[in-house]
């Protein structure tokens, strides 16, 4: 295994010191890589990591000749247990997984719901994810809501997930999303900015509020229909329920969303069911290579459906996103 692979649990690494280097934490990152530095001072901290074989600490001083052991425990039992279910894997490497979900999934355990969520299906399919994150959402840096289908990436390592989180931290992560609104907005290209927090009225609900989270979400109208429109909205933050809200806020409620707008009573969409929110794009940075990759999923078959109902005859909309 090279220095750059991502280590393995339950492995014996041992090095020798060529050198005079600072620190022995320093000294473990350049060696491997696929760790984080804050992950290697945990493992240091619980005398993981010896010298000479004696524990050291992470600030020890190493000399030319020393001899460095670290020991990678075995992955402690996962909070969630595994649940094979079929995954749409658009790309996976040694540090990531790009997947495309599906509606009515939920990303993680929460409000009351303990079993069958995405966290569950990415263990059984990976199970180091167990060792990476949170316990409850292993791998997990983004996600989407329930109903709402399109891409994500999973991290596979402490160091993807690291580097994720900054990426999206830093809003260097390209998002696109499609979503059909109520009305038609003027101008057809805009932000939407608004902070946002708990609607006092309904708790269970976010709202823009004073003094909120600062929000921002840039969209562009694709195409103007009778009484909706097409978008593709790209949030600059990554707050809860963002781009539903702020949609909402603005007057242009998304088709089909059961809490921020009215339910479609189009007959032709009747068997829609959810909101019409679909993540179709998202580019970042691979872990691992630094390169710039950015990823594509098409309109699920139920949103293409409940477009092509709502268009007139002849309207080439469908069409038109194949060119996005």
Same mark, same amino acid.
């Not at 959810?274 to 990759?293: I, K, N, T, V, Y």
């Given at each position: /295994?090279?220095?750059?692979?991502?280590?393995? %649990?339950? !492995?014996?690494?041992? +090095?020798?010191?060529?050198?005079?280097?600072? $620190?022995?934490?320093?000294?473990?990152?350049?060696?491997?890589?696929?760790?984080?530095?804050? $992950?290697?001072?945990?493992?240091?901290?619980r005398g993981?990591a010896?010298?000479?074989?004696?524990?050291?600490? =992470?600030?020890?001083?190493?000399?030319?000749?020393?001899?460095? %052991?670290?020991?990678?425990?075995?992955?402690?039992? &996962? %909070?969630?247990?595994?649940?094979?279910?079929?995954?749409?894997?658009?790309?996976?490497?040694?540090?990531?997984?790009?997947?495309?979900?599906?509606?009515?999934?939920?990303?993680?355990?929460?409000?009351?719901?303990?079993?069958?969520?995405?966290?569950?299906?990415?263990?059984?399919h990976?199970?180091?994810?167990?060792?990476?994150?949170?316990?409850?959402?292993?791998?997990?840096?983004?996600? *989407?809501?329930?109903?709402?289908?399109?891409? /994500?990436?999973?991290?596979?390592?402490?160091? &993807?997930?690291?580097?994720?989180?900054?990426?999206?931290?830093?809003?260097?992560? =390209?998002?696109?999303?499609?979503?059909?609104?109520?009305?038609?907005?003027?101008?057809?290209?805009?932000?939407?900015?608004?902070?946002?927090?708990?609607?006092?009225?309904?708790?269970?609900? /976010? &709202?823009?509020?004073? $003094?909120g989270?600062?929000?921002?979400?840039r969209?562009?109208?694709?195409?103007?229909?009778?009484? !909706?429109?097409?978008?593709?909205?790209?949030?600059?933050?990554?707050?809860?329920?963002?781009?539903?809200?702020?949609? =909402?806020?603005?007057?242009?409620?998304?088709?089909?969303?059961?809490?921020?707008?009215?339910?479609?009573?189009?007959?032709?969409?009747?068997?829609?069911?959810?909101? +019409?929110?679909?993540?179709?794009?998202?580019?970042?940075?691979?872990?691992?290579?630094?390169?710039?990759?950015?990823?594509?999923?098409?309109?699920?078959?139920? *949103?293409?459906? %409940?477009?092509?109902?709502?268009?007139?005859?002849?309207?080439?909309?469908?069409?038109?996103?194949?060119?996005?």
């Amino acid at each position: /295994m090279s220095p750059s692979d991502p280590p393995q %649990a339950g !492995q014996h690494l041992n +090095f020798t010191v060529a050198a005079e280097v600072q $620190r022995l934490d320093h000294f473990l990152v350049e060696r491997q890589p696929g760790l984080t530095r804050s $992950r290697l001072q945990r493992l240091i901290a619980r005398g993981l990591a010896r010298v000479n074989g004696r524990p050291a600490k =992470a600030g020890t001083r190493l000399k030319a000749g020393d001899r460095v %052991a670290l020991e990678l425990p075995p992955p402690e039992p &996962a %909070a969630l247990a595994p649940e094979a279910r079929p995954l749409t894997i658009i790309y996976e490497d040694a540090h990531i997984l790009v997947i495309d979900k599906p509606p009515g999934l939920a990303v993680h355990p929460g409000s009351g719901l303990s079993r069958g969520t995405l966290a569950h299906a990415l263990l059984a399919h990976c199970p180091s994810l167990a060792q990476v994150g949170s316990s409850l959402r292993p791998g997990i840096v983004h996600r *989407l809501d329930k109903d709402t289908s399109g891409l /994500m990436v999973v991290a596979k390592t402490d160091a &993807a997930y690291h580097d994720l989180v900054r990426q999206f931290q830093k809003r260097q992560v =390209a998002k696109g999303y499609l979503a059909l609104v109520q009305g038609r907005p003027q101008p057809a290209e805009g932000v939407i900015a608004g902070d946002l927090g708990r609607d006092p009225a309904r708790r269970q609900r /976010m &709202a823009v509020v004073s $003094r909120g989270r600062e929000a921002r979400t840039r969209y562009k109208v694709l195409e103007y229909l009778d009484k !909706q429109s097409l978008l593709e909205v790209s949030p600059e933050t990554g707050r809860t329920h963002q781009i539903r809200v702020h949609l =909402a806020a603005a007057g242009f409620p998304i088709y089909g969303d059961p809490v921020y707008g009215p339910r479609p009573k189009d007959k032709g969409a009747a068997g829609l069911g959810r909101q +019409f929110l679909h993540a179709h794009r998202l580019g970042f940075r691979l872990p691992g290579s630094g390169e710039w990759r950015e990823f594509r999923s098409p309109l699920p078959p139920d *949103l293409a459906q %409940a477009l092509a109902s709502l268009a007139h005859p002849g309207h080439k909309v469908l069409s038109s996103l194949a060119n996005l």
